[in-house]
């Protein structure tokens, strides 16, 4: 088992590390797809279905779109 860490940034984001970045076979401007699941969180490569799945859930949430909520939410 080889371990890889990396820090979160005050806006959350992380760099992912070497390893877990070829692992992958990931690129720069790749997605990366958070499977929740009861025993922790297992990151992998975005697949076609999921990045579909997601940009049409975003077309449904316009109503949080606005200038207010960026201010209010910015820091989460």
Same mark, same amino acid.
């Given at each position: 088992?080889?371990?890889?860490?990396?820090?979160?940034?005050?806006? %959350?984001?992380?760099?992912?590390?070497?390893?877990?970045?070829?692992? =992958?076979?990931?690129?720069?401007?790749?997605?990366?797809?958070?499977?929740?699941?009861? #025993?922790?969180?297992? =990151?992998?490569?975005?697949?076609?279905? #999921?990045?579909?799945?997601?940009?049409?859930?975003?077309?449904?949430?316009?109503?949080?779109?606005?200038?207010?909520?960026?201010?209010? %939410?910015?820091?989460?």
């Amino acid at each position: 088992m080889q371990t890889a860490t990396s820090k979160l940034t005050k806006k %959350y984001q992380a760099t992912i590390p070497e390893p877990v970045r070829k692992l =992958l076979h990931l690129k720069m401007g790749d997605e990366i797809a958070f499977d929740i699941k009861k #025993d922790g969180v297992h =990151l992998r490569r975005a697949r076609a279905v #999921d990045i579909a799945f997601t940009q049409s859930l975003e077309n449904t949430l316009s109503e949080w779109m606005t200038e207010n909520d960026e201010e209010a %939410y910015s820091d989460l």
